[in-house]
């Protein structure tokens, strides 16, 4: 599924496809529909062992709760978001987070996602939920609410379930869906006992099977190829959730949610919720001027919302973590060598604690790509990388045949490197760079202009760098541009950007660490993998992790998946990126909802 930017909170079963940064680009349908709801030889086994395992990890939300009989009935919610969502249909691949929101609001979803990240079937939606057969196949059958209709009337049943996997099955392809992630691992759906069951087959184990249907959108979309690719681009013809969409203006560039009189559980309080497109710069003016309501703030305009009289901030880990890619499609990066020893000089530690510990949040150097530390089963491999410090990497470097120059008398050993404006260019020059053959070992870093947390991140690792005798270029590009002209291209050496983390580690992060492979044409098929480095060990993990319907068993091999690609150095995690929510104290149940899918018929004002 597509992954998207991180603006808005979590939905449920899917989640936005490409990586986010701040800003962020676009991640899951090739990564939303999960919004909704990241040297030495090693021994890769004890590193799967090393740092433990927690059992939830740290806080995972930080929400202004208040009981439904605490809120008054009515209202609109005015709701900032990063822009107007390309796409209402969460399987195309230019889905966003406001996409996510609106799905989240008006559509089922079979699993919502708790605060560290579990999904829990959803009771509005489901009675029961379960395999119940694995032999001679695996038999998921949904046992719906009876009750559960659309907005025109129709109950919610087989139909529905059919019509989607048909469109995201990748049988069709009438249908321009973004990726068919475990929809193409069906064979069969029918009606169960009755109308309210749903019997799904499927074709080979697939063990995030909860990541399906959420959302499930109604055969108005799903069964018709025209509707799919572009009705639904602007429109829903019904609606299954507390809310249903009202307008889309864009020219003011607002959607508007109303409630769902349709809606059989518990009634929104909330009269509408108004997405309105406003940059972040714009809104803290915005909060001051009383013209929004709930707003996602860049953690570097904390102090000024803090001043603003009627206004609280809420604040918790985001279901996103920011790393360091290595491009290791060529040049000295293509030797794993360097990479590690790149890998190697960055103090993480370091650089979590500049961005988290003066919000207040829980310092922890990110050591899992696939798991972060608001989730369960959060455990550190970052040992199977090496040893970090200056000593190793510089051992490293030279192993590779990068050799300092030799240290004058009287002169000190390295430190941070100098930094100068060379053009567009901020050249970061090492006292003593390592070179080959003559010519320093230059590393160009692309950052995105305007994120001033990331610019601070991307300056200290350069600095980190340095005291290795690399030599760094910053290379600071226009933030629209900076994914598709850069990242996806690989015009960079060394990036950052964040990725969303995921219930479903084994479907939605294959993407992302698959092993580059040759496509017909010549070209190098990365599927999401930008740093363009993996092995045939990750993919074979992964793939088995996502077959394994025994959860410790898949767990287990996720935390091998994630050492290798630790000993791969193509992404180094950094930290569980903060969510800074800026809201009226009068607002009720919102805030930083980290995995959490919000509970949108809770949403409103407290009396």
Not at 301 to 317: E, N, S
Not at 359 to 385: C, E, F, K, R
Not at 412 to 420: D, E, L, Q, S, T
Not at 552 to 569: G, K, P, Q, V
């Amino acid at each position: 599924m597509n992954r998207s930017p991180m603006s808005s909170p979590r939905t449920g079963g899917a989640r936005p496809a490409c990586p986010v940064s701040a800003p962020a680009p676009g991640r899951r349908a090739v990564r939303i529909a999960a919004a909704l709801t990241a040297g030495a030889a090693l021994t890769l086994t004890a590193a799967c062992s090393s740092g433990g395992t927690k059992a939830a990890g740290t806080a995972g939300t930080d929400v202004a709760s208040v009981a439904r009989s605490g809120i008054r009935d009515g209202g609109a919610l005015r709701w900032a978001v990063d822009g107007m969502p390309r796409t209402l249909n969460a399987f195309q691949a230019d889905a966003d987070a406001g996409t996510a929101t609106v799905a989240g609001a008006t559509l089922p979803l079979m699993f919502r996602l708790d605060g560290h990240g579990r999904p829990q079937a959803d009771p509005d939606f489901l009675t029961k939920a379960e395999v119940s057969s694995q032999e001679p196949r695996q038999v998921v059958t949904y046992q719906l609410n009876p009750k559960a209709r659309w907005s025109d009337g129709k109950a919610v049943g087989a139909a529905d379930f059919t019509a989607q996997w048909k469109a995201l099955g990748g049988r069709n392809s009438a249908y321009w869906a973004a990726r068919n992630a475990g929809y193409d691992r069906i064979s069969g759906i029918r009606q169960g006992s009755d109308a309210r069951h749903v019997e799904v087959t499927f074709a080979t184990p697939y063990a995030d099977w909860r990541s399906l249907f959420s959302p499930l959108y109604p055969t108005g979309v799903t069964g018709n190829a025209d509707a799919f690719n572009d009705g639904a681009r602007t429109t829903l013809p019904a609606a299954a959730g507390p809310f249903a969409l009202k307008a889309v203006d864009t020219k003011a560039k607002t959607v508007t949610l109303v409630r769902n009189h349709a809606w059989w559980g518990r009634p929104a309080k909330l009269d509408r919720i108004v997405l309105t497109a406003v940059p972040r710069a714009d809104r803290p003016a915005r909060l001051a001027a009383g013209t929004l309501d709930l707003a996602e703030i860049d953690p570097t305009a904390l102090t000024a919302v803090r001043r603003i009289r009627g206004v609280a901030v809420r604040k918790a880990p985001d279901a996103a973590y920011t790393q360091l890619a290595i491009n290791g499609s060529a040049g000295p990066l293509a030797d794993e060598r360097v990479r590690h020893a790149v890998a190697r000089a960055i103090d993480r530690k370091k650089i979590a604690t500049a961005v988290l510990k003066p919000l207040g949040l829980p310092v922890i150097a990110l050591g899992n790509h696939l798991v972060l530390p608001s989730q369960n089963g959060y455990a550190d491999h970052s040992s199977a990388l090496g040893t970090a410090g200056l000593q190793q990497a510089q051992g490293l470097l030279a192993d590779a045949g990068w050799q300092r120059s030799a240290a004058r008398t009287g002169e000190k050993a390295a430190g941070p490197g100098r930094a100068a404006a060379s053009g567009s260019l901020t050249v970061v020059e090492p006292s003593r760079a390592v070179a080959k053959a003559g010519k320093p070992l230059t590393l160009r870093f692309v950052l995105p202009a305007a994120s001033p947390t990331l610019d601070d991140v991307g300056g200290r690792i350069a600095r980190m760098l340095s005291g290795i005798g690399i030599r760094t270029e910053i290379d600071k590009v226009d933030g629209a541009s900076y994914f598709q002209d850069h990242i996806a291209s690989g015009d960079f050496d060394l990036a950052l950007w964040s990725w969303p983390g995921s219930a479903y580690p084994a479907t939605d992060d294959t993407p992302i660490f698959a092993k580059p492979v040759p496509a017909a044409d010549g070209s190098l098929n990365v599927a999401q993998n930008y740093s363009r480095v993996g092995t045939d060990r990750i993919d074979q993990l992964l793939t088995r992790a996502g077959g394994e319907l025994d959860a410790s068993a898949a767990r287990s091999l996720t935390a091998e998946a994630d050492a290798r690609i630790w000993a791969a150095a193509g992404s180094i995690p950094l930290y569980q990126r903060p969510q800074v929510v800026a809201l009226r104290t009068g607002v009720a149940n919102a805030g930083a909802f980290g995995f959490r899918t919000p509970d949108y018929q809770n949403l409103g004002f407290r009396k």
